[in-house]
């Protein structure tokens, strides 16, 4: 389906804005971990879904990439977040989960 880049894409932008707002709205209330690992099971779903030719190990490196990258953007004085190495596990934890 050739439009499941496109949701891909369209949810990596929501999910990179969600974690740099300074002040992100409260969409459901649950625990920071879940929010993290409910991320990056849909985005790693909807990576392997949209990108069936790419091998599991190099989605893997993709979306932890991301992770990272997420926490140490959230490491920039002017958004006032947090950045946590258990978030990054957590984020790695969906990843591995839904790729196997």
């Given at each position: 389906?050739?439009?499941?880049?496109?949701?891909?894409?369209?949810?990596?932008?929501?999910?990179?804005?969600?974690?740099?707002?300074?002040?992100?709205?409260?969409?459901?209330?649950?625990?920071?971990k879940?929010q993290?690992?409910?991320?990056?099971?849909?985005?790693?779903?909807?990576?392997?879904?949209s990108?069936?030719?790419?091998?599991?190990?190099?989605?893997?490196?993709?979306?932890?990439?991301l992770?990272?990258?997420i926490?140490?953007?959230?490491?920039?004085?002017?958004?006032?977040?947090?950045?946590?190495?258990?978030?990054?596990?957590?984020?790695?934890?969906?990843?591995?989960?839904?790729?196997?």
């Open positions: 389906m050739k439009a499941l880049p496109v949701v891909f894409w369209l949810t990596l932008v929501f999910t990179m804005v969600m974690a740099l707002l300074p002040q992100p709205p409260v969409v459901l209330e649950v625990n920071d879940l993290h690992m409910a991320a990056f099971a849909a985005l790693t779903l909807l990576a392997a879904v990108f069936p030719k790419l091998r599991y190990r190099h989605i893997f490196v993709a979306m932890a990439a992770g990272a990258a926490e140490v953007l959230q490491m920039i004085p002017s958004l006032q977040r947090d950045a946590q190495v258990s978030d990054w596990l957590a984020d790695c934890a969906a990843i591995i989960a839904v790729l196997f």
